[in-house]
């Protein structure tokens, strides 16, 4: 595996998903997140709202580099591709959205409607992040892997 190439593509496909997800929950889901929160009795300042972006930044690097990642050692059994991308997608999508939403669910924070609609937006910036960052990511030019 290319470190350096799982490293660059997980920055591009972290900064996909973190756009993707500003639309996601700012603007599709804004209004039940809204009302979450007023049920919830939270508030937040402007001030608190900026510096909790730091926090979503970062988780949505990690789920890129985590998606490139897959991508990488998927792909000598799946092939280079945008298929293969796709299944890595897939998988961090199920690990970082609908499966600790299901945990979440006993809680009651939210409904069952609100953790479908929260997985069914979230799976495209994640696929499409998977995909940018699959794009960049090539094995090592000589083609051997260091031996571990």
Partial sequence: MNIQRIALG???AGIVC??????????????RWQEIAANLNITSTDAERQASM?????????KGLGAVAVY??????FGAGVRTA????????????????GGLLPMHFFGR????????YGAFPVLLGAIAGAALYKESASGLSPQA
């Avoid at 409607?113 to 069914?120: D, E, G, Q, Y």
């Fill in 54 to 62: 730091g926090w979503f930044l970062v988780y949505d690097l990690i």
């Fill in 18 to 31: 973190f756009i993707g997800d500003g639309v996601v929950h700012g603007v599709l889901l804004q209004s």
């Fill in 113 to 120: 409607k609100f953790a479908l609609l929260w997985s069914i």
């Fill in 10 to 12: 997980g920055l591009v």
């Fill in 72 to 77: 990488a050692m998927i792909r000598p059994r």
């Fill in 86 to 101: 796709v299944i890595a997608g897939l998988v961090t999508w199920a690990l970082c959205i609908p499966l600790p939403l």
